[in-house]
């Protein structure tokens, strides 16, 4: 199973790389991993998985367990976002009722073969920085202009 993971940095930028990774499955959010596990060139790093979403994007929940997908009861926060827009153009106040709650479809916070991309954040650096390690293969090759003709 390939699995998309993002890696995120203290520094705030997000590091993406594809891998096939039969060490994640198993694992659950908030759990520390070693970078290895994702890929060889991040030997030394360790990660904490921060989230999932699975292949038609609902997302893993800290609440919810196993691996199934699960309705379950939310109020604002984590897949449930502000009131949706009604229509006409009359102002909303409140964008954040008190009381609203929704039932929506998660999925468990143990990763499975469902799992399609997996969130993490670095805890601890290796030897070599992220940068140097997902430095772009290739730039793209400039075509010389031609000079104009007279």
């Keep these: 199973m390939v699995f998309k993971v993002n890696i995120s940095d203290k520094g705030g930028k997000t590091y993406k790389v594809e891998t096939e990774g039969e060490s994640l499955i198993g694992k659950s959010l908030k759990d520390k991993i070693d970078g290895k596990d994702v ?3 991040l030997a030394g790093y360790e990660l904490e998985i921060t989230g999932a979403s699975d292949k038609a994007g609902f997302t893993a929940m800290e609440d919810v367990e196993g691996i199934g997908l699960k309705k379950v009861l939310l109020t604002y926060g984590k897949a449930m976002h502000k009131r949706q827009r009604r229509e006409g153009k009359k102002k909303i106040s409140n964008p954040y009722p008190g009381g609203l709650r ?4 998660v999925r468990g916070k143990v990763i499975s073969e469902s799992i399609s991309q997996i969130n993490t954040r670095v805890l601890k650096e290796g030897s070599k920085k992220l940068e140097e390690v997902f ?3 290739e730039a793209p090759a400039e075509t010389p202009k031609e000079a ?3």
């Design 39 to 41: 890929s060889p060139d």
């Design 135 to 137: 430095k772009k293969a």
């Design 102 to 105: 929704k039932r929506k479809t």
């Design 148 to 150: 104009p003709t007279q």
